[in-house]
């Protein structure tokens, strides 16, 4: 039996949302670092699944030619973002050759205005996802109509949702590795290439 109309999209939505979602960037190695060490994992995952479930409603509601075309805007984001990802970067750095200081943080004492304040930054610094939600996700969006496109929207929401909350969560599987600090110094290592990596990719 053929799938609806809607459920198509909600499908199409489900997939698109998660291929965007899923890769190794400065806000999944955050909460990934978070999840390991059980600190505000709940809130972290539902800030930034409520922030992407925002930024998706913007481009399926239509923003996403206002984004587009916004080039101050986009510029702006990126030098703040391409800062915001260095200095998180020297911080991993600092945090690799440090053990003492990874041992500490492995007893939970972040505090959470601190934590959602970087994941905060990590969203919405982002210049990326702008245009990977609003303009992409919103631009797709347009091909449907009615139902069908608040289908498409409300299952790249839910593919966020499960995303974050399946990485904050599953972390905690791969405790047992983590229980040495040469990989929690190899985590931050890779931490710190990721974020310079970004960084550079964004102003160049």
């Known amino acids: ?22 890769a190794i960037g400065a806000q ?40 587009a075309t916004s080039e101050t805007a986009i510029r702006l984001v990126t030098w703040a973002g391409a800062a915001f990802l260095t200095v998180y970067g020297l911080i991993a750095l600092r945090r690799a050759w440090r053990p003492h200081a990874l041992r500490a943080e492995k007893d939970g004492h972040t505090p959470l205005a601190t934590a959602v304040a970087i994941c905060l930054s990590f969203t919405f610094l982002n210049p990326h996802v702008y245009l990977d939600t609003v303009v992409l996700l919103g631009g797709i969006s347009a091909g449907f109509e009615g139902q069908a496109r608040l289908a498409f929207g409300t299952g790249a929401v839910l593919a966020s949702f499960v995303w974050f909350y399946a990485l904050g969560y599953g972390a905690r599987l791969l405790q047992p590795v983590f229980a040495k600090p040469r990989a929690w110094q190899v985590l931050d290592l890779l931490i710190a290439f990721v974020m310079f990596a970004l960084a550079v990719s964004l102003v160049a």
């Open 1 to 22: 039996m053929p799938f609806s109309p809607v459920f198509s999209a909600g499908l199409s939505g489900f997939f698109l949302g998660a291929s965007l979602i899923i």
């Open 28 to 67: 999944n190695a955050f909460i990934l670092r978070q999840g390991l060490l059980r600190e505000h994992v709940f809130i972290l995952c539902l800030i930034c699944a409520l922030s992407d479930a925002l930024l998706i409603a913007l481009g399926v509601a239509g923003f996403g030619s206002l984004i």
